[in-house]
């Protein structure tokens, strides 16, 4: 075997695995649909707040919208999964996307109108944030049924990467929108990327449940707790998550670290706050290798290991290089655990259940940024600021730990020597 056929080789295992859209038309769609609907969102982080600011010069609106928003799409996430397990999931997301562009649309019209209404963005953040929490679970609940099992880790890191590199330049993007055209043109373009991913959703076929479900919704949605918690693999796999939710507001902690501990400007505080997005890429774009792991479980724990070591490090030495390199680690760490976490419970949750799992899984992404807030915000209270980013990172490596002592079965996961799922 040569070196250059050897290089090959290497490089294969180790560069994102596209196989699931070379190989998947309907996935292709998926893919687009949820690559236009991010970067269109992006532009909403962006308008909602500093419109809301301009029209009432009240930080407190802002958080208020915010607020909203959140607690919309956390409730919407678990409507959404028992949506999916009963209804035809093609027709869950495209209503839903459906009836988010309208209501983009009808922020562009206040934006443009004279004087433009405060109480009509509350009520657009709550319309779209319901549909943003339905379309999404029932999207991820369509996943396994469009790829083959042995391409769902493939799959969950060109998802990662689409969130990754959407959370970066759509935001960036939608600043650029505001400044040359103002909030009118931003919700304009928002409301004409998600007709765009509502139109590559009819592209799908027909995506019935696996089941025909009598129980009412709210006994659904309880049976899928009921799953979650019964399944040592996926209960398992859902506690771990809640674990790196609680890393998940790192961000809270950088100002006065920045200001007090490294003495450094914005310039130096936008590439700590980029860092984490840098090395989730980087995690995204070498995971061709998570497709032929067979001990998921283990290899999610020490992932995870990483992400809270790598916190630990950036509040360890007060300097700016090692801070970048830590929040780095972190963020690569973070997305390695989060692709092998999408399709190890891809793999082990029956098919009529997908829909609520997936609402689990989402309202935990959507609900980790303020629990992890929360936490940050608590360890900065009772820590000197020169520790507190350390100290964050250190109860991330406790809690780590402790789960990898009282979940034997998700640790000793052997999938090599597992039956196969039950589909």
């Known amino acids: 075997m040569t070196r250059g056929s050897i290089t090959v080789q290497l490089l294969d295992k180790l560069v994102i695995d596209i196989d699931p859209l070379r190989t998947s038309r309907e996935f292709r769609y998926i893919f687009v649909a949820r690559v236009v609907s991010i970067f269109g969102l992006g532009f909403l982080v962006v308008a909602i707040p500093l419109q809301m600011y301009d029209l009432t010069r009240s930080t407190a609106h802002v958080a208020a919208v915010a607020t909203v928003l ?3 799409t956390f409730g919407a996430t678990f409507v ?7 209804c035809d999931r093609r027709r869950v997301i495209a209503i839903a996307r459906g009836s988010a562009g309208v209501f983009f649309a009808v922020l562009a019209v206040n934006a443009f109108l004279p ?28 996943t396994p049924s469009l790829i083959p099992r042995d391409k769902l880790a493939a799959a969950g890191a060109l998802m990662a990467l689409t969130a990754d590199l959407g959370s970066m330049i ?16 931003n919700y304009t373009l928002a409301a004409i990327t998600t007709a765009v991913t509502t139109f590559c959703i009819t592209r799908l076929p027909s995506l019935p449940p696996p089941t025909e479900v009598s129980e009412s919704p709210l006994r659904s949605v309880a049976g899928g707790f009921r799953f979650a918690i019964g399944d040592r693999v996926i209960g398992g796999l859902l506690l771990a998550g809640f674990v790196s939710m609680l890393l998940a507001g790192w961000a809270v902690l950088i100002p006065e670290y920045a ?15 980029a860092a984490p997005a840098i090395g989730a890429v980087v995690g995204s774009l070498t995971s061709g290798w998570t497709g032929t792991v067979r001990r998921s479980g283990l290899v999610v724990f020490l992932a995870m290991l990483i992400s809270a070591a790598g916190l630990v490090g950036a509040g360890a030495m007060g300097s700016v290089i ?20 999408f399709a190890t419970v891809q793999k082990y949750t029956p098919d009529d259940y997908h829909g609520r ?4 899984w989402t309202a935990q992404v959507t609900a980790g940024a303020s629990v992890g807030a929360f936490v940050a915000g608590v360890v900065a209270a009772v820590v000197p600021v020169h520790l507190a980013l350390t100290v964050y990172g250190a109860t991330g490596l406790v809690a780590t730990v402790l789960l990898w002592a009282i979940l034997p079965t998700l640790r000793r996961l052997d999938e090599s020597r597992t039956p196969t799922p039950v589909a």
Do not use: K, N
Not at 259 to 273: C, D, I, M, Q, T
Not at 357 to 360: D, K, L, N, P, S
């Open 115 to 142: 004087e433009p209404q405060v109480w009509v963005i509350y009520l657009c953040a709550v319309v779209d944030g319901a549909c943003g929490g339905i379309s999404a679970t029932a999207l991820m609940a369509v």
């Open 170 to 185: 759509g935001p960036a993007l939608g600043g650029v929108v505001i400044a040359l055209g103002g909030v009118g043109a």
């Open 259 to 273: 200001s007090e501990v490294l003495g450094v400007g914005p310039s130096a505080v936008g590439l700590l706050y």
């Open 357 to 360: 799992i997936a609402g689990v």
């Open 322 to 341: 090692v801070a970048v390199l830590g929040l780095l680690a972190h963020g690569f760490g973070e997305a390695v655990a989060d692709i092998l976490r």
């Open 70 to 72: 959140g607690l919309t």
């Open 80 to 86: 959404g999964g028992a949506l999916a397990d009963r």
